[in-house]
C-alpha cells in the first residue's frame, strides 16, 4: 500500500551538478504534478503531466525538466543546480474527475551549496 | 490565469475557539476548490473539497462565487487541528492543481 513514492528523501548537492528526482505511483494515476514548498511561498508547480508521454510546464518550470516514459513514474531533473532550487519537493497523483483527490509523496529535501 | 490567495501567514487560536481559514481565487472558469492539510511529519492530504459539500473533522468550507472566496471555518478549534492549511483551485480545463501559500494555524491549550 505504498501510494506515492518520492526517491530520495534528502540530498545535497554542489552548484552547477545535475540530478534526477524519481516519483513512483501504484494507483494507476492519470495524472502527476511536481511542486516545490518554499516558506511564506507554499507549494508551487513546476510541472505536470496529463499521462504518459506527456508534460506540461507549471507554474515555476525554469531549471527543470520532467520525463513521464511510463504511467507510474514521473522524473523531475535539475541539469545545472542552483542555490536557489534548494527547496523541498513534492509530487503527487490524481486521477480525472471533479472529485479526484491528489495523493502526495513523503517529500524530497534539497539543499544546493 | 489562475491564483489562490490566503492571506494569513499564521493564525494563533485558543483551544475552544472559532476558526476561519481566509481563501480567495481568481479563475475564468468554473473552480473545483480543495482543502488540503498538512500535519506535522506527515504527508499533505485532502481535508475537503467544495463539490462533495462535507464536513471533515469539523471543518467546512463554502464557495461564494459573488465573493470568489473558499473560506475554511470550526467552530470550536482542538488542539489537534494544529497544521498547515492549504487551499487548492483545479483548472478542468489543463487539470492544473494550483496552490495558495497556506495558512499555517496553532491551537493552544
Known amino acids: 500500500n505504498a501510494g506515492v513514492t518520492q526517491t530520495p528523501k534528502f540530498r545535497v548537492l554542489k552548484t552547477g551538478q545535475s540530478m534526477t528526482l524519481l516519483c513512483a505511483q501504484d494507483m494507476n494515476h492519470e495524472y502527476m504534478y511536481w511542486y516545490r514548498q518554499d516558506p511564506g511561498m507554499g507549494l508551487r508547480l513546476i510541472h505536470y503531466s496529463v499521462g504518459e508521454g506527456t508534460t506540461a510546464k507549471g507554474e515555476v518550470p525554469d531549471g527543470y525538466n520532467v520525463s513521464r516514459l511510463k504511467k507510474q513514474n514521473f522524473l523531475l531533473g535539475l541539469e545545472s543546480a542552483a542555490p536557489s532550487q534548494t527547496s523541498v519537493y513534492f509530487c503527487?497523483?490524481?486521477?480525472?474527475?471533479?472529485?479526484?483527490?491528489?495523493?502526495f509523496g513523503q517529500g524530497t529535501r534539497l539543499t544546493v551549496v | 490565469a489562475q491564483r489562490v490567495t490566503q492571506p494569513e501567514k499564521l493564525l494563533s487560536v485558543f483551544k475552544g475557539a472559532p476558526v476561519e481559514l481566509k481563501c480567495n481565487y481568481s479563475y475564468s472558469g468554473s473552480p473545483e476548490l480543495f482543502w488540503y492539510v498538512q500535519y506535522s511529519r506527515q504527508r499533505l492530504q485532502l481535508l475537503l473539497r467544495h463539490i462533495s459539500r462535507e464536513s471533515i473533522k469539523g471543518f467546512t468550507a463554502d464557495l461564494n462565487k459573488g465573493e470568489t472566496s473558499f473560506h475554511l471555518k470550526k467552530p470550536f478549534a482542538q488542539e489537534e487541528d494544529s497544521a498547515m492549511y492549504y487551499c487548492?483551485?483545479?483548472?478542468?480545463?489543463?487539470?492544473?492543481?494550483?496552490f495558495g501559500t497556506g495558512t499555517r494555524l496553532l491551537v493552544s491549550p
Open positions: 487548492a483551485l483545479l483548472n478542468t480545463g489543463f487539470q492544473k492543481l494550483v
Open positions: 503527487a497523483s490524481s486521477n480525472p474527475g471533479l472529485e479526484a483527490e491528489a495523493f
